[in-house]
């Protein structure tokens, strides 16, 4: 019984301590490397971090008011000892963006606010990981949830069973809000995936228009981000597998 109780006693001590290291584990630099991918306001894109400070390259696709634009930057960014961090983005062409940002436990995603003087947008940043991107004939299951308006202030908002063949084909069914209208109906579609983890989807609920996105890969493969690239849409969200 002693022998019992000095076992647990050991091994409660040992389990107070690794929580402790971990309760006080800084983060820095290092802990954002990398590809990582971001979904802010209306933008998606993705960059790489070199875990030093510098954002050595990025693309990302903004619906601005109907306008679709595709821009590239470079950048740098700084982290803090308790996780919190700030971005700033320089973009080919000119002009600049900022943001900051609180990374998870795992530092492996982030909840971003954009700080750019006019803006209000925020949204997630998770890394890309271990992926294998494009059209690979891999069947994939996602559970969609997309928000936001639609010509000019009516809002919509649905949830869907997508499903990507592997092959740019687009099936499955969904709930759809637009201005307190439900829908219940089948999806159709298609997409285009690249190695590089950046894609298009058009999907068709039956019966009324085609939706188009565009997105990026990230969570090793089980999520994407996604952003309307239609003109009378303001609409982002996410699909998981």
């Not at 954002?55 to 619906?63: C, L, R």
């Not at 271990?130 to 919509?156: D, E, H, P, S, Y």
Request: hydrophobic share 40%; aromatic share 6%.
């Amino acid at each position: 019984m002693k022998l019992h109780k000095l076992c647990f006693g050991i091994a409660l001590v040992a389990t107070i301590m690794a929580i402790d290291a971990t309760c006080v584990a800084a983060c820095t630099n290092a802990s954002v490397t990398g590809v990582w991918g971001f979904q802010i306001g209306t933008a998606v894109g993705q960059f790489t971090a070199d875990g030093k400070g510098d954002i050595t390259a990025g693309s990302d696709t903004v619906n601005q008011n109907g306008t679709i634009i595709t821009q590239t930057f470079t950048g740098t960014y700084s982290v803090a000892a308790n996780c919190t961090g700030s971005l700033t983005l320089n973009i080919t062409g000119g002009g600049t963006a900022t943001t900051n940002f609180v990374l998870d436990s795992a530092n492996k995603g982030a909840q971003i606010i954009d700080t750019t003087a006019g803006s209000v947008a925020e949204g997630p940043g998770l890394a890309q990981g271990t992926v294998t991107c494009g059209l690979t004939g891999k069947k994939q299951t996602f559970a969609a949830l997309l928000l936001g308006k639609i010509n000019g202030g009516t809002t919509i908002a649905y949830v869907a069973q997508v499903v990507l063949d592997g092959k740019g084909n687009v099936s499955g069914s969904g709930t759809f809000n637009v201005g307190g209208t439900f829908l219940f109906t089948t999806i159709s579609g298609t997409y285009t995936e690249t190695s590089d983890c950046n894609g298009t989807i058009q999907m068709t609920p039956k019966g009324s228009n085609t939706l188009n996105f565009a997105f990026v890969v990230v969570n090793a493969g089980k999520e994407l981000l996604l952003v309307d690239t239609d003109s009378n849409a303001s609409v982002a969200g996410n699909m998981l597998h």
